[in-house]
C-alpha cells in the first residue's frame, strides 16, 4: 500500500434528514477513516457544509471523493490543495492555576479566557489544528480539567 | 386531485408504468393493500416470503429493463427484503421497494414490528426515503423510480408510515424530477474517446473486457458491432453473458475465478483492456499486483467511483457504455482489423490448448451435460436464471447464450435463493420465453415457497436441480483447500422433490440417466406447468478451470487432460 496522507475534504449537502448519517455509514462501511468532522448548515440556502479530516493512501482518497459525490444529497465535494484551515478548543482549568501565564499563552495561539467563573476559567483558541495540538501539549502543565477540539474547517484560498 | 397517500403509491405505479407489483401485506401497509384490492391496473403477485417478492422484482428488471417494484409491510416484512436490496445493489438493478412503517407517532417507541427501516437499508440501497407527509409523496416516488433506473442503476427504498398512507394531500405527478445534487454523466468526453481510439488503434493485444454495464444499458448491439467492425477479441464478465452470442469467433468465453484458460491468458497477455461497463471485481482479477501486467486501461463506466478503484484507468471515460461505444463507432474506420491478426490467432492457440469443457467419465449424468443439453434443446428459446454455486458457474461456461438478459443470476452479492423467485419475475416480464432455473440441492430449498406462488399466479418456471447431495462449491473448496474434511455440507438428507413439486401443484421429475431428462426437459416444457426436474449428478464434479481465491489469474488449476 501507498502511503498514508492527511487530507482536509469539504462536502456540500442537501440539508435534510439522515444525510449526516449517510457520510458517516459511507465511512464506516467502506473501511475509511474520519479524524474530524464538523457541519452547520450554510446560512440562507438549503444546504448544510461538512469539514471531514481523513487518512488514506491517494488511491482511498481518490475513492472517498467519489464515493461522497455518488450519495444522492451531496451537492459538492471539495478535496482541498490549497486552503485555510482553522480548529478552535475550548479549555477548563482552576482559577487557583496562573491565569495570567494561561492568557498570554491564548493569545499567542489566537485565542484568549473567553469564561471566568468562581472556581474555574474557560480558555479558548482557534488557529491550525496543529498549532491547536501544541497549545494543549503546552497547556498541560496547568492541569487542564477538561479539554474540547472542535474538528478542522476550511476554505480553499 | 386531493387523495390518500395510499391511492398516490397506486397512481404514481400506474404513471410509471408498472405492469406487475411482487409483495407481501402486513399491518402498516394495509392502506396501500386496500387500494391495490380497488385496481385493476396491475398485478399484484402474492409471493410467499418478502426476499422473495424483491429478488421476482429483480428478475423482472433484469429480463426487461424497467424498474421492478416490490411492496413489503414494516419489521419482520422490510427485514426479510434486504438481502433483495443488498442483492439489486450489487448488481446494479433498478427496483423500487415500498415498505409500511408504524405511524409518526410511534416511530422511536420500539412499537409493534417497527424497525428502523432506512437505517438498515442505508448502506444497501442507491438512495432511501422515509416518508414523513403525504404531500412528499409524489415527489418522493418519481424521484424514486428515476434515481432507480438513472445513471447507474439501483434499488431505491421507500419507508411509508401507516399514518401517512392514510392522510389525504394533493398529487400532481406530471412534473420533471430535478436534483440539484445528482446529474449523472451519460455522455463521454470526445477527447477522451478519441485518444481511446488512438490508442486502440496502436495497441498490438487489445480486449475488450465487457461487464454487466453493457446489458444495463442496453448496449449490446453496439458492442457487437464495435467488436466485429474492429476484430478485436473479447472476454465477458459473468454479468455480461449473452452480450455476445456463444458462437462468435470473436468472443473468448469468461474470465474470472472459472473463466475459461483462454481468456484469463488473454486477458494476462493483453497490451490495452478496454473495459466497458465492467468494475474489474476480486473475482475476475484474482490478485491485483498479478492483473494484466502488461496493459494500459481504457475504461468506460457510468459511475465515476467504479474507475480507477481497483485497477488504475489510463483512459477514464464517464459515461453511459451505449453512448460512448456509439461515439467508438464512428472512429473506427482508424482502427485495423488486420493489425490483430497474430494476436487473435495467439487467443485461438490458448482456446485449443485447454478448451472449456468436461469428460463424460462416470456413470452418473455429469452436471456440465445438463447444462449443455438444456442448451441444445432450447437455447435461445429459454431465459435462464440461476442460484449460486458450481451450477451457477457450469450455466455460465456451459450454456449457449445468444442475447443479452438472457441469463439472469446474482452475481455480485451471491445470494442463495435468489434463481427461482428471479426466475417467476423472468416468466412475469418476459412469458412468452421458457423460464428455466438451474439450481442446486443447496439453493432451492432457501426458497421453495415460492413453488406456491408460481403455480398460483401461473408463472411456469422449470427448475432444475444438479442434485449432488452436497452444498457443492464450499464442498469443492474444502476438497482443494481443506484437505478434505467435508464441514457441513453434506447434503444427504433430502426431501422427496418429486412429491414437494406435486404437493404445491406442480410437477416433479426424479431423472438418472440422461434419457430421462430428455424425457423430463420435453414433457415439462410441453405441460408448461411449475416443475422440477431433480437430476442426480455425478457428486464429486469439481468447477474448472479454477483461479485459487487471491492467486493470479494466469495460475489456474486446470481440467487432467484425458484420452478420448
Known amino acids: 500500500m501507498s502511503e498514508s496522507i492527511r487530507r482536509v475534504i469539504s462536502v456540500i449537502v442537501v440539508n435534510e434528514a439522515s444525510v449526516l448519517s449517510r457520510i458517516t455509514d459511507l465511512f464506516s462501511g467502506r473501511g475509511y477513516n474520519i479524524s474530524s468532522l464538523t457541519v452547520a448548515p450554510i446560512p440562507d440556502t438549503k444546504y448544510s457544509r461538512l469539514t471531514i479530516v481523513t487518512e488514506g493512501s491517494l488511491r482511498v482518497i481518490e475513492q472517498i471523493v467519489k464515493q461522497l459525490h455518488k450519495l444522492i444529497p451531496v451537492l459538492r465535494v471539495y478535496d482541498h490543495v490549497d486552503f485555510v484551515e482553522k480548529e478552535m478548543a475550548l479549555v477548563k482549568f482552576s482559577v487557583d492555576e496562573d491565569i495570567s501565564d494561561i492568557a498570554a499563552l491564548c493569545e499567542a495561539y489566537n485565542g484568549k479566557i473567553a469564561n471566568s467563573g468562581d472556581n474555574t476559567i474557560i480558555a479558548m483558541v482557534a488557529d491550525e489544528p496543529k498549532r491547536v495540538s501544541n497549545f494543549l501539549n503546552i497547556i498541560k502543565r496547568y492541569n487542564p480539567k477538561e479539554i474540547v477540539r472542535s474538528g478542522a474547517v476550511a476554505l480553499e484560498r | 386531485m386531493q387523495i390518500s397517500g395510499a391511492r398516490m403509491v397506486i397512481e404514481a405505479l400506474i404513471k410509471e408504468g408498472v405492469t406487475k407489483v411482487f409483495g407481501y401485506p402486513g399491518g402498516a401497509i394495509m392502506n396501500v393493500y386496500d387500494e391495490i384490492y380497488k385496481q385493476k391496473d396491475f398485478e399484484h403477485i402474492l409471493t410467499r416470503h418478502e426476499q422473495a417478492a424483491v429478488h421476482a422484482a429483480e428478475g423482472y428488471a433484469k429480463a426487461s429493463g424497467k424498474v421492478g417494484v416490490a411492496m413489503v409491510t414494516s419489521g419482520p416484512g ?94 400532481d405527478y406530471d412534473f420533471e424530477v430535478e436534483l440539484e445534487t445528482y446529474k449523472p454523466t451519460t455522455k463521454g468526453n470526445p477527447r477522451q474517446i478519441k485518444k481511446a481510439i488512438e490508442a486502440i488503434a496502436e495497441a498490438k493485444r487489445p480486449l475488450f473486457y465487457l461487464g454487466g454495464g453493457v446489458i444495463n444499458s442496453n ?59 465492467a468494475r474489474f471485481d476480486d473475482r475476475v482479477t484474482g490478485k491485483l499486483s498479478e492483473f494484466a501486467k502488461y496493459a494500459k486501461v481504457i475504461h468506460v463506466d457510468i459511475d465515476p467511483a467504479s474507475i480507477s478503484k481497483l485497477v488504475n484507468a489510463h483512459y477514464p471515460i464517464v459515461g453511459d457504455v451505449k453512448n460512448v461505444v456509439s461515439e467508438m463507432l464512428k472512429l473506427s474506420d482508424k482502427i485495423d482489423p488486420d493489425r490483430y491478426e497474430s ?67 446474482s452475481g455480485g452479492l451471491g445470494t442463495m435463493g435468489f434463481g427461482f423467485p428471479a426466475a417467476m419475475g423472468v416468466k412475469a416480464a ?118 485459487p481465491a487471491g492467486g493470479s489469474l494466469f495460475n489456474m488449476m486446470l481440467l487432467e487432460k484425458k484420452e478420448k
Not at chain 2, 438513472?150 to 411509508?160: C, L, Y
Not at chain 2, 477479441?233 to 483462454?262: I, K, N, Q
Not at chain 2, 485449443?352 to 451435460?369: A, G, R
Not at chain 2, 474444502?478 to 418429486?498: A, C, G, H, K
Request: aromatic residues 8%; contains cysteine.
Open chain 2, 78 to 171: 422490510f427485514t426479510n427484503a434486504v438481502t433483495g436490496l443488498a442483492d439489486a445493489y450489487m448488481d446494479s438493478v433498478p427496483i423500487v421497494v415500498i415498505s409500511g412503517q408504524v405511524p409518526m407517532s410511534l416511530i422511536g417507541t420500539d412499537a409493534f414490528q417497527e424497525i428502523d427501516a432506512v437505517g438498515i437499508s442505508r448502506s444497501c440501497t442507491k438512495h432511501n426515503y422515509l416518508v414523513t407527509s403525504a404531500k412528499d409523496l409524489p415527489r418522493i416516488l418519481k424521484e424514486a423510480f428515476y434515481i432507480a433506473r438513472s445513471g447507474r442503476p439501483g434499488p431505491v427504498h421507500v419507508d411509508i408510515p401507516k399514518d401517512v398512507t392514510a392522510d389525504i394531500a394533493e398529487f
Open chain 2, 219 to 277: 448496449a449490446a448491439e453496439e458492442v457487437r458491432e464495435l467488436v466485429h467492425k474492429t476484430g478485436i477479441p473479447a472476454v465477458e464478465t459473468f454479468m455480461a453473458r449473452g452480450t455476445l452470442r456463444y458462437d462468435d469467433e470473436l468472443l473468448v468465453s469468461m474470465l474470472g475465478m472459472h473463466g475459461s484458460y483462454a481468456a484469463n491468458m488473454a486477458m494476462s497477455e493483453t497490451d490495452l483492456i478496454i473495459a466497458l461497463g
Open chain 2, 343 to 409: 494476436w487473435r490467432e495467439t487467443i485461438k492457440n490458448f482456446d485449443e490448448l485447454h478448451p472449456l469443457t468436461f469428460y463424460e467419465d462416470s456413470q452418473n449424468i455429469k452436471p456440465q451435460w445438463v447444462i449443455k443439453r438444456v442448451g441444445e434443446l432450447l437455447g435461445d428459446d429459454a431465459n435462464i436464471s440461476t442460484d449460486v454455486g458450481q451450477h451457477q458457474m457450469w450455466t455460465a461456461q456451459f450454456y449457449p447464450f445468444t442475447r443479452p438478459r438472457q441469463l439472469i443470476s
Open chain 2, 430 to 547: 418476459v412469458p412468452e420465453k421458457i423460464s428455466i432455473n438451474f439450481s442446486g440441492d443447496g439453493s432451492i430449498l432457501m426458497n421453495i415457497q415460492e413453488l406456491m406462488t408460481a403455480v398460483e399466479k401461473n408463472l411456469p418456471v422449470i427448475n432444475i436441480i444438479l442434485n449432488n447431495n452436497f452444498l457443492g462449491m464450499v464442498r469443492q473448496w474444502q476438497t482443494l483447500f481443506y484437505d478434505n474434511r467435508i464441514s457441513e455440507t453434506d447434503l444427504s438428507m433430502q426431501p422427496d422433490f418429486v412429491k414437494l413439486a406435486e404437493s404445491f401443484g406442480g410437477i416433479g421429475y426424479r431423472v438418472q440417466t440422461k434419457e430421462e431428462f430428455d424425457k423430463a426437459l420435453k414433457d415439462a416444457v410441453k405441460q408448461n406447468k411449475v416443475a422440477i426436474i431433480d437430476v442426480v449428478v455425478e457428486r464429486f464434479e469439481n468447477v474448472l478451470p479454477m483461479v
